[in-house]
């Protein structure tokens, strides 16, 4: 008798979700001696090789990996690759349990709770290994991260809504409106905090749209991500998810924030405000940063801390919800050697209005002085933002800072290259068509969400 292979749930889970019937990752002669022998993935088996015996559990395997490898689940739990070579030969012990992921009932919650909407848009929070191609994917929605997490039962009374499940590179202006709906019908129902899950990549620029969109709201609106998929014994989607709900329910204040971790350890996470944060790590968990601010909050040992004054208080009567966007802006990074030609092209091609992240205290080429005074008398709205993060555009100090601002650009002081070109693209779809330059510059200019004219530290977060 055969010993028979007992998997954990969770290795059942990664079963089941990886798509078993089609042999995946397998492919060429492999492939073709596992379909001839009726042999499935989760199938147990017995590969004889090179004089030695094998039993286990075929696994799916990576796609891109040598094509004559079999992997095997061992009973010890170990996956090995075993090669296939003239003399292998694979048969099947029995065919597996094809497991179904049962996502476990919801947690009873208690009914004194405040209510928080989890409301799930994709990205790695909501993702797990796939392995076709050893990448992962998005795949578990806002329903089963709270099956998952079931202490967030414990803080709050949660309702769930899937709204998109996209990579954030996908994330697209009338995500940002979809998103900013279903926020403001979530706060008209009631609720006392909203959480969006959000991939990491784009959650800055998606921070700034919503700040811009949802302005001074009665409740605290948290966006959360994380840089290592759930299913990773390193994640951080737990951690970072437990602080974003418990800021959406008991947050004193009504903001747009981002919760992640605040360095590598999970002890602490921060609360950036939405206008003020940036990614700056491809990978490590403690990505995000606040720029020109500090964040306003921390979330550490249960406890939520707020750190910064003059916040707009939860109960506000002052929201207001404008979630109009005219993506004819357009953001352009200078560099030495750059010709200007690229900016009258683009305008002839329907651009409106420009954010050019220049150099240092705001600068770009001298050829470019006369294209961007050609620009703005067509009436083309050109700002500039430094490509240095901290500090403010000031160019008042050097004769080619001058020179720009008679041809009419507009210095955005400290703010965020990309907080500039999601407020452009606010500005103009909220002034309309026909704006006059006057106006874009005014309100450009004007404090909406934090986003400009903050107390400027150079040496803060960095
Ligand atoms: N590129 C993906 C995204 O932004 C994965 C990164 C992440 O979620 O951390 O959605």
Not at 331 to 357: R, T, V
Request: hydrophobic residues 40%; contains cysteine.
């Amino acid at each position: 008798m055969h010993k028979l292979i007992k998997m954990s749930c969770k290795q059942k889970r990664e079963l089941d979700k990886m798509d078993m019937l089609e042999l995946q990752g397998y492919s060429g002669r492999v492939r073709e001696l596992l379909e001839r022998e009726n042999i499935n993935i989760g199938d147990e088996i017995e590969i004889i090789s090179n004089g030695r015996r094998y039993r286990g559990i075929l696994m799916a395997r990576y796609e891109l990996a040598d094509p004559n490898y079999i992997t095997l689940k061992l009973p010890n739990g170990y996956n090995i690759g075993i090669r296939v070579t003239e003399n292998t030969t694979v048969s099947k012990i029995s065919v597996g349990v094809r497991p179904t992921f049962v996502r476990p009932p919801k947690p009873q919650t208690l009914s004194d709770l405040p209510n928080v909407v989890i409301i799930s848009t994709g990205g790695t929070i909501a993702s797990r290994v796939e392995y076709r191609t050893g990448a992962v994917r998005p795949a578990l929605d806002a329903e089963d991260l709270l099956a998952i997490v079931p202490e967030l039962a414990e803080i709050a009374k949660i309702d769930t809504e899937v709204l998109y499940n996209v990579w954030s590179e996908n994330i697209q202006v009338q995500h940002w409106i979809g998103m900013a709906e279903a926020i403001d019908r979530s706060i008209r129902k009631g609720v006392d905090g909203v959480v969006l899950t959000h991939g990491t990549d784009t959650m800055g620029y998606t921070a700034a749209a919503l700040s811009f969109a949802l302005q001074k709201p009665p409740i605290p609106i948290v966006l959360v991500g994380a840089q290592r998929s759930s299913d990773r014994p390193s994640s951080d989607a737990t951690t970072n998810l437990i602080a974003a709900v418990a800021t959406a329910a008991k947050a004193p204040f009504g903001e747009v924030v981002v919760a992640m971790h605040k360095w590598h350890s999970d002890d602490v996470i921060a609360l950036h405000k939405g206008t003020r944060v940036v990614k700056l790590h491809t990978s490590s968990r403690d990505a995000f940063r606040s720029v020109n601010s500090r964040p306003i909050a921390y979330y550490q040992h249960g406890e939520l801390k707020v750190v910064v004054n003059n916040l707009n208080p939860r109960g506000s009567n002052e929201y207001v919800f404008k979630p109009k966007f005219d993506t004819r802006a357009f953001l352009i990074k200078f560099f030495p050697s750059m010709k200007p030609d690229i900016l009258n092209i683009l305008a002839d091609a329907g651009i409106k209005g420009f954010i050019i992240e220049g150099t240092g205290l705001g600068h770009v080429s001298s050829d470019w002085v006369p294209v961007i005074r050609g620009l703005t008398k067509r009436g083309i709205f050109v700002g500039m933002t430094s490509q240095c993060k901290f500090g403010k555009v000031n160019m008042n100090v050097y004769d080619s800072g001058r020179d720009l601002l008679k041809a009419g650009v507009i210095p955005l002081d400290d703010m965020l290259s990309e907080v500039a070109l999601v407020k452009l693209m606010w500005t103009l779809g909220n002034l309309g068509e026909g704006a006059e330059l006057e106006e874009i510059k005014n309100l450009m200019l004007k404090n909406i969400a934090g986003e400009i004219y903050s107390r400027s530290l150079p040496n803060v977060g960095l």
